[in-house]
């Protein structure tokens, strides 16, 4: 299997008698392994040259000795994998462009239907590798081919700079551990908004490749999708989520909500005028025009429910309102998040 990044069979094979040995000359070698005295002078000399093998001192016909194999095969690997995710990415670019002459030519390859889950996960990734300037996320609750811990993708593309933008169900807040994961990618650059139903389930990758599935979830079975390339369906697909990330409540996820006041004053003592909520209040107001129950914010935020409460009562006494949706107005006309 190391053959892959430089070492033969025969010479792995006699680096692990090595192993064994500890120190051994290249007559003992030739002896143990059934080989030819210049075979194994070759075999010890290319071990050499990978750094796997050093004499234990500088005699010719000294006793010879292994090295660690993670140092010694360490920058190999390193490399193979670097040269491995690289043509990946070529592919990845040579299947884009395959398909784009495709579309450019043949109309029935403006829409291409894939079937399966990881038929689906896998074209989701190939996707995301790709992109150059921006993703758009439609998430619904339940997700059918990869959930969002296992999107490590997006932090890739986040780090080369591509931009994401994505609307979350909001039931997905109510999932278990849902809003670590987000605030983790927030955390990363993503640009997070929230609505309490979405449409449909929808990934647009730099405005020129979307892919949205075919079959309802309450259908069950395999999921099924279209990939849909440039055309006047993929620019209707992008107004629809343009629509909605114009109405969607913003996401504050950054920092976590801590029991005790972060500047030991109140929300209510504070004065009204030019008033901006501070990162714990911006997160739980974030959440609570979002639609998530008391129960659920505290939950997920690892504070008491009357943590919660009290803070949104404290919120509404700054706002000079009475009432919950009374609140939820002053926050977006007061822009608080």
């Known amino acids: 299997m190391l053959d892959v990044i430089g070492l033969t069979p025969a010479e792995e094979e006699l680096y692990r008698c090595l192993l064994q040995l500890t120190t051994a000359r290249i007559d003992e070698l030739a002896h143990r392994l059934h080989r030819p005295r210049?075979?194994?002078?070759?075999q010890v000399e290319a071990l050499r040259a990978k750094g796997l093998v050093q004499p234990t001192d500088t005699d010719p016909d000294a006793p010879l000795r292994p090295t660690a194999p993670d140092v010694a095969l360490g920058a190999a690997l390193l490399r193979r994998q670097e040269d491995l995710e690289a043509a990946r990415r070529r592919v990845t670019q040579l299947a884009e462009e395959y398909r784009s002459g495709l579309r450019r030519h043949?109309?029935?390859?403006?829409?291409?239907?894939i079937t399966g889950t990881r038929v689906l996960r896998d074209r989701l990734?190939?996707?995301?590798n790709s992109a150059r300037t921006e993703v758009l996320w439609f998430c619904r609750a339940n997700p059918l081919a990869m959930a969002g811990p296992e999107n490590v993708e997006e932090f890739d593309a986040l780090a080369r700079g591509v931009s994401y933008r994505a609307i979350y169900e909001r039931d997905m807040l109510l999932e278990p551990g849902a809003l670590v994961d987000l605030a983790k990618g927030i955390a990363a650059g993503e640009h997070a908004r929230v609505l309490d139903r979405l449409p449909v389930r929808l990934a647009i990758v730099d405005a020129r490749t979307a892919i949205c599935p075919l079959v309802p979830d309450r259908d069950g079975g395999e999921p099924s999708a279209a990939v849909i390339g440039r055309s006047q369906l993929l620019d209707a697909l992008i107004a629809l989520f343009e629509s909605h990330w114009r109405v969607a409540t913003?996401?504050?996820?950054?920092?976590?909500?801590?029991?005790?006041?972060?500047?030991?004053?109140r929300a209510d003592d504070r004065p009204a005028d030019g008033y901006q909520p501070d990162a714990d209040e911006a997160r739980l107001l974030s959440l609570f025009v979002a639609g998530v129950p008391d129960k659920s914010i505290a939950s997920q935020l690892g504070v008491s429910r009357r943590t919660v409460q009290r803070r949104l009562a404290d919120l509404m006494a700054v706002a000079g309102v009475d009432t919950r949706p009374g609140l939820a107005f002053q926050v977006a006309r007061r822009g608080w998040i």
């Open 38 to 42: 210049e075979q194994v002078v070759a």
């Open 125 to 128: 990734r190939d996707l995301q």
């Open 106 to 113: 043949h109309v029935d390859h403006l829409v291409e239907v």
């Open 250 to 265: 913003r996401l504050r996820l950054e920092d976590p909500l801590t029991e005790p006041a972060t500047d030991g004053q």
